[in-house]
């Protein structure tokens, strides 16, 4: 079965200290893979989508990056972390079809 | 783009009641989610819809796609307090998911 792992869980980081968080995908091949963030109680807002090693789509300017070097890992990334920044990621892959999206368990982002 | 109407945004009910959430939107999607997600969890899968008109049932979640397919409704029968937390509705038309912006449920014992 498919399973979806992101760490670190939770990261508190002072302001202007690099991300990164990481986002592995087990038991499929060419998965779809994007990154979301979600402020404390509201909806999910779609941050980048891959379809595929080395491509990325960005949804919103900002001050993240993502990247993906291999085929079921997905990294998101910051040079200088903003205190707008701080919220919970989540990871989430979809097949080709990409009817349905399932989630990871979350990373909390606290910038201080 | 396209666009959800996730309502009610929050939800105060008493354990036992049923309760009912809807979607709406302007586009027509071809497939809808409903997802549950407890604090500090990444939400979960609960429903899928992939037809018009579809009524899928899981335990005491029922869901169905909209014969417009602009809509999709979830109830839950029975409520119990593990019930708590948000509930997403998603649609997929010509173009990405798109995400409702929750209905946060709260049960009073």
């Known amino acids: 079965s498919q399973t979806i792992h992101q760490w670190p869980a939770t990261l508190v980081q002072p302001v202007g200290s690099p991300l990164s968080l990481e986002c592995t995908v087990e038991?499929?091949?060419?998965?779809?893979l994007y990154w979301y963030r979600q402020a404390a109680g509201r909806g999910l807002q779609l941050l980048f989508y891959?379809?595929?090693?080395?491509?990325i789509s960005s949804e919103v300017p900002q001050n993240l990056s993502a990247s993906r070097p291999q085929d079921r890992q997905f990294i998101l990334s910051s040079k200088k972390l903003l205190l707008s920044d701080s919220g919970f990621y989540l990871c989430?892959?979809?097949?080709?079809?990409?009817?349905?999206?399932?989630f990871g368990e979350g990373s909390w982002l606290t910038v201080v | 783009g396209q666009q959800l109407n996730q309502s009610p945004q929050s939800m105060f009910i008493q354990e036992g009641e049923d309760v009912s959430m809807n979607c709406t939107s302007s586009s027509i999607f071809n497939t809808w989610l409903w997802y549950k997600q407890d604090p500090g969890e990444g939400p979960v899968l609960l429903i899928a819809l992939y037809k018009a008109g579809e009524l899928t049932s899981n335990g005491r979640l029922t869901a169905q796609f909209g014969i417009t397919r602009k809509d999709s409704f979830l109830n839950i029968s029975a409520s119990i307090p593990s019930d708590v937390g948000i509930y997403f509705c998603?649609?997929?038309?010509?173009?990405?998911?798109?995400f409702g912006q929750g209905t946060r449920l709260t049960i009073n014992p």
């Open positions: 891959s379809v595929g090693i080395g491509q």
């Open positions: 989430a892959w979809t097949s080709d079809s990409g009817n349905t999206i399932y």
């Open positions: 998603a649609g997929r038309g010509a173009q990405k998911l798109v």
């Open positions: 038991g499929t091949s060419n998965p779809n």
